[in-house]
């Protein structure tokens, strides 16, 4: 079975400030897939990235970047000058069978404050 | 496209009450998921469907009931309202169960039972 941990549970921060959320995944499948979705204080999942288990390369999306380390089993998230809008719940989670099971990580708090 | 519906938005019950839950697509989709979300737990599958016809139980299954008629509808049922079922439930949806897909998911229904 596979696991997520963010051990995380909030993270303040000043706008403009980075802030870098961490994620850690367990699986003995040498296959998966991991994701972020972001949950604004309006309650919806928004998908932000998707990224397989063969491919290590960093991404850059905006002002959002994820850095994968296999070695680590690390999959984190780093929000470059931070902005109010950016103040949501971010959940990190993994997928490795063919069922469609997404295993949730219990999810950070980041605040932004202006 | 609307993407992933669900009704009601919220719902209070009494216990030992019984509702559904509405959830619909209108992408093709075949793959339909729902979830419950606690608060420190992330979210946590309850059911899901590969297809019309094909439901199976995720990790939380008990006390919910699920059918799938058509590829567009998934409504989650719960026979016994308990107060360990107040929650935030969510609808997903992707195209396939592939490791691959992305999972798209409704805006919610915050529901409690009293």
């Known amino acids: 079975a596979q696991k997520v941990t963010q051990a995380q549970t909030e993270i303040s921060v000043v706008e403009k400030e980075d802030v870098t959320l961490d994620c850690v995944y367990e699986t003995r499948d040498t296959t998966y897939y991991l994701f972020w979705y972001k949950q604004p204080p309006s309650g919806e999942l928004v998908f932000l990235i998707r990224?397989?288990?063969?491919?290590?390369q960093n991404e850059i999306s905006g002002r959002y970047s994820w850095n994968f380390q296999k070695s680590t089993s690390s999959f984190n998230f780093t929000i470059t000058a931070s902005q109010v809008v950016d103040s949501a719940v971010y959940f990190c989670?993994?997928?490795?069978?063919?069922?469609?099971?997404?295993?949730f990580g219990a999810g950070t708090q980041v605040v932004v404050t202006p | 496209n609307a993407g992933v519906t669900q009704t009601p938005k919220f719902q209070v019950l009494k216990t030992g009450q019984s509702m559904t839950l509405q959830c619909a697509q209108d992408?093709?989709?075949?793959?339909m998921s729902w979830y419950r979300q606690d608060p420190g737990m992330g979210l946590r599958l309850i059911h899901y469907?590969?297809?019309?016809?094909?439901?199976d139980q995720g990790e939380v299954p008990n006390g919910y009931n699920v059918s799938r008629s058509t590829t567009e509808d998934f409504p989650l049922r719960l026979l016994s309202a308990a107060p360990s079922q107040t929650s935030v439930y969510f609808c997903a949806s992707s195209y396939g169960a592939g490791v691959t897909d992305t999972q798209y998911f409704g805006p919610g229904t915050r529901l409690t039972v009293l």
């Open positions: 990224r397989n288990s063969f491919d290590e």
């Open positions: 469907s590969v297809g019309a016809g094909i439901t």
């Open positions: 992408m093709n989709h075949e793959y």
């Open positions: 989670a993994v997928r490795t069978d063919s069922w469609g099971k997404l295993q």
